[in-house]
C-alpha cells in the first residue's frame, strides 16, 4: 500500500529556506532550488508564496520571531539579576551560530538588514537593561557582551569550544568590574 506523500505547510518551506540558507547562504533561497531540496514542485512553493520576496518575508519574520522569544524567555528567567544576565548572553551566544546566515545575508539584502538591526536593537536594550540592574551602566558593556557572542559563533564554525561557558566568563568578568 503506497502511501500518500505529506502534504507541506509554510512552516515546511520556512524551515527548509532557514536550514537552506544556513547551508547554502541566499542563492538557495529561490523556489526552484528549495523545491528540489524538498522532493517537490515549485507549485507547492506558489501555493504557500506569492513569490520569492513574500518567501524572504515570511523567513525573516520567522528568524525575528524566534530570536524575540528566546530574549524574552531569557530575560524572565527566574533568579537574581546577575543570573538573569548571564544566562541571557548565553542564550544569545547559543542562537549566534544560526545568526550567522541572517548576517551573511543582511550584507546584500535590505529586509534582512533591517530586521537584524531591530533584533540586534533588542538585544542590546535588553543587554543594557540587566547591566543596569546589577549597576553597570555603561552601554557599551552591552555591545561587548553581544559582539562576544557572535564572535564566539564565528570562532565555534572553525573550532569546537563551549561558547556558552565562554560568555558566562566573560559576563563573571564584567561583573566584577562593578
Known amino acids: 500500500m503506497t502511501r500518500a506523500p505529506k502534504r507541506l505547510t509554510r512552516d515546511d518551506w520556512l524551515t527548509a529556506g532557514l536550514s537552506a540558507l544556513r547551508t547554502h547562504g541566499p542563492e538557495a533561497l529561490k523556489a526552484e532550488p528549495l523545491a528540489r531540496t524538498m522532493g517537490t514542485t515549485k507549485g507547492s512553493f506558489y501555493w504557500h508564496f506569492e513569490d520569492v520576496p513574500a518567501f524572504h518575508r515570511g523567513l525573516l519574520e520567522l528568524w525575528e520571531k524566534t530570536a524575540q522569544t528566546a530574549l524574552s ?98 559576563v563573571d568578568l564584567v561583573l566584577a568590574l562593578r
Open 73 to 170: 524567555q531569557a530575560q524572565a528567567g527566574s533568579g537574581t539579576a546577575t543570573s538573569r544576565l548571564r544566562h541571557t548572553a548565553q542564550t544569545l551566544a547559543d542562537q549566534a551560530g544560526a545568526d550567522a546566515a541572517i548576517r551573511a545575508w543582511a550584507r546584500g539584502h535590505d529586509g534582512a538588514a533591517e530586521t537584524l538591526a531591530r533584533v540586534d536593537a533588542a538585544r542590546l536594550d535588553c543587554l543594557h537593561a540587566l547591566l543596569s540592574e546589577v549597576g553597570i551602566s555603561n552601554p557599551e558593556m552591552a555591545r561587548i557582551i553581544l559582539a562576544s557572542g557572535i564572535g564566539m559563533a564565528q570562532l565555534g564554525e572553525i573550532h569546537d569550544h563551549d561558547n556558552t561557558g565562554a560568555i558566562g566568563s566573560l
